[in-house]
């Protein structure tokens, strides 16, 4: 025969489940008790003098890789070496600049104004006035000089590594590489012919200075830390830095509160509420009428 039971004895049973359902939900929220959240953390301002339970010593991953991270901001950007094929390339862009004013030089069909004319409008390069009487009038032997002379000095500027912002003091630099025995005149036609010409050929590699960062940065070796019985790694007042943070670990100063146990817990202390008053409402239960 089946068993009806009465709203009365209905209702306290589901008055206890629903007092359990609430009663876990308002133990595991946010609010109570901040669950999940970490006693400690780095950036926080310490609400009192922390201090080291015991003596410990530790390597600190903290220190480490901030030692790491300034000695690699301490390397300079490196630049490649001085290109080669550059130097080349302007090597034969000067050759052909003085063969076209061999050429004009050598015109016997050309009278002095033209050649003068033609001289002043070469491309790549830009003859002052007396570099351009100069070059009308100097002998073949001076000019076989004046020619090897800016193969020399174009030569030796372009051998040396040229950064873009190294190429205005190149080329201000240019008069000291020219032979002394040249006069000022064919000093001058020298530097004319050759400033035009000198151009950047170290360039910033970033693989370079990667490697140098790197090689920098392996070199730093562990930071070892130690604290004394007593001593203060925190003070009151302070911000809690990583480093800080790490030693407060360290020494198990810093306990996070984990959510899952949490919540197993409040689930723990409802259940064991719930049995106490199921069982205290049973045992206060009026026996049924016959």
């Given at each position: 025969m089946p068993v009806i039971l009465s709203r009365q004895?209905?209702?306290?049973?589901?008055?206890?489940?629903v007092a359990v359902v609430l009663s876990y939900l308002a133990l595991t929220q946010p609010w109570v008790g901040e669950i999940a959240t970490p006693a400690l953390q780095a950036g926080q301002v310490a609400q009192q003098d922390l201090r080291a339970p015991y003596s410990h010593?530790?390597?600190?991953?903290?220190?480490?890789?901030?030692?790491?991270?300034?000695?690699?901001?301490r390397v300079e950007p490196v630049y490649a070496p001085a290109d080669p094929a550059i130097a080349r390339s302007q090597a034969e862009a000067l050759a052909d600049t003085l063969h076209e004013i061999t050429a004009i030089?050598?015109?016997?069909?050309?009278?002095?104004?033209?050649?003068?004319?033609?001289?002043?409008?070469?491309?790549?390069v830009a003859l002052s006035e007396m570099s351009i009487s100069l070059l009308v009038t100097v002998s073949t032997e001076r000019w076989d000089i004046v020619q090897a002379e800016a193969r020399s000095v174009l030569e030796n500027v372009m051998r040396n590594p040229i950064r873009n912002d190294d190429l205005e003091s190149a080329t201000q630099n240019l008069p000291s590489l020219v032979s002394l025995s040249m006069s000022v005149e064919e000093v001058q036609l020298v530097v004319e012919l050759v400033s035009p010409l000198v151009t950047a050929n170290s360039f910033y590699s970033p693989e370079l200075t990667a490697l140098v960062r790197e090689s920098e940065r392996n070199s730093v070796e562990a930071v070892v830390v130690s604290y004394a019985a007593g001593q203060t790694i925190v003070g009151r007042g302070e911000v809690i830095s990583e480093a800080g943070f790490e030693a407060l670990s360290e020494m198990g100063l810093v306990q996070n509160i984990a959510g899952n146990k949490d919540l197993v817990g409040a689930g723990a202390l409802v259940v064991?509420?719930?049995?106490?008053?199921?069982?205290?409402y049973f045992r206060r239960r009026p026996p049924a009428l016959p």
């Open positions: 004895a209905l209702l306290p049973p589901i008055v206890l489940a010593v530790f390597v600190s991953q903290a220190l480490t890789e901030a030692a790491r991270a300034a000695a690699e901001q030089r050598t015109d016997a069909a050309t009278d002095l104004a033209a050649k003068k004319s033609a001289l002043a409008l070469l491309d790549g064991v509420l719930a049995v106490f008053t199921a069982l205290y």
